[in-house]
């Protein structure tokens, strides 16, 4: 089972940000918080990970807390094109399977 | 930019049929992966292999299934007899050691058993 507990669903307006919540409150001290995104039924894509401190990508934020049990995924300005579903997945590294819960399901709105 | 392809796009099968479905990984790439997703469920692992051997699979990865890399470039996974529940997206994925683990997925075959 998903280690992560993530809202069902959000809305966001187009060109606002977007932010997406996670509890994982029983990571391990060697696992990253990773993010993936599944628009439609493609693929899922990597968007950004971290392991404490706040990470930086062109495509969005990612803030965990000092205490490691949450995080929060932000996409800056969401365009109609994010609308997808966003999965919070811990995993202790390289090599291993990624374990996908339901995720978010994020519909940006215009 | 460097991507996985999988063929087919969409396989359609009669039940008892073995499928084979491919994947070409990205080249430099060291970890492969399958995963599957019924419609309308969770993204499900199934296997990754390393190192030309299985690294670990799921409880769904049963007798009926194998894996294998022909060569330098294709990583194959083999359904030797087709239930009508092994309808699903099949995905396929590679990662690097040189990353953590960001894993790169294929655009997916949809397999129809009938």
């Known amino acids: 089972d998903a280690k992560t507990t993530q809202p069902p669903s959000m809305d966001c307006a187009e060109g606002r940000a977007a932010n997406l919540p996670c509890n994982h409150s029983?990571?391990?001290?060697?696992?990253?918080v990773y993010w993936y995104r599944q628009i439609h039924s493609q693929g899922p894509q990597y968007i950004i990970h971290?392991?404490?401190n706040n990470e930086t990508n062109e495509m969005a934020s990612l803030i965990i807390t000092e205490d490691r049990k949450s995080s929060t995924l932000i996409l800056p300005h969401a365009t109609l094109r994010d609308t997808a579903v966003y999965y919070c997945?811990?995993?202790?590294?390289?090599?291993?399977?990624?374990?996908f819960g339901a995720g978010t399901i994020l519909r940006v709105k215009s | 930019e460097p991507e996985v392809t999988q063929t087919p796009s969409h396989q359609v099968t009669q039940m008892g049929q073995e499928v084979i479905l491919r994947c070409v990984p990205i080249?430099?790439?060291?970890?492969f992966y399958w995963y599957r997703q019924i419609l309308g469920q969770k993204v499900e692992f199934l296997v990754s292999?390393?190192?030309?051997?299985?690294?670990?699979k799921s409880e769904i990865f049963d007798d009926q299934f194998s894996v294998e890399r022909p060569d330098g470039s294709n990583f194959t996974l083999k359904i030797r007899s087709t239930k009508l529940e092994d309808s699903a997206m099949y995905f396929c994925?590679?990662?690097?050691?040189?990353?953590?683990?960001?894993?790169?997925f294929g655009p997916g075959t949809r397999l129809t058993v009938l």
């Open positions: 994925a590679s990662g690097t050691s040189f990353t953590y683990n960001e894993q790169f």
């Open positions: 029983t990571i391990s001290g060697n696992e990253y």
């Open positions: 971290g392991l404490k």
């Open positions: 997945i811990v995993s202790a590294g390289y090599g291993n399977k990624l374990v």
């Open positions: 080249s430099n790439h060291l970890y």
């Open positions: 292999f390393y190192n030309n051997e299985i690294s670990e």
